[in-house]
């Protein structure tokens, strides 16, 4: 999705609204969410640390496998078919598009 943007805050900005007098409780681990437009009303939703770099290599133009060679460099092993399952979901509801030669 053209309008989609990868985040990454210390606290649950799913959580908050125009209402709200102080921040919500700052959390020990950063909130990865990719952020994108549904119509004129912002949506968020809250991804993983492994879906958010993946995301953010393909974002850069890197291709499915480079971006899991990232992640291993990175965690070690990680789980590429609970990945591509995440990353298809997604494809699935128009939130990200995943260009053919980026899965190469």
């Known amino acids: ?3 989609a943007r ?6 649950p900005v799913f959580d908050m609204d125009n209402t709200m007098q102080t921040l919500p409780t700052k959390g020990v681990q ?3 969410v990719v952020i994108y437009r549904r119509q004129e009303s ?8 492994h879906m958010a770099q993946l995301l953010a290599q393909l974002q850069n133009n890197s291709c499915l496998q480079t971006g ?14 609970n990945l ?8 699935q509801r128009g939130i ?3 260009q053919k030669n980026s899965l190469s």
């Open 68 to 81: 899991f060679a990232f992640l291993r460099g990175l965690y070690g092993q990680v789980d590429e078919s």
């Open 30 to 32: 950063p909130v990865f």
């Open 84 to 91: 591509l399952l995440q990353l298809q979901r997604l494809q």
């Open 96 to 98: 990200v598009k995943v």
């Open 1 to 3: 999705h053209p309008s």
């Open 6 to 11: 990868l985040g990454i805050y210390k606290y």
């Open 42 to 49: 912002c949506r968020f939703l809250q991804c993983d640390p």
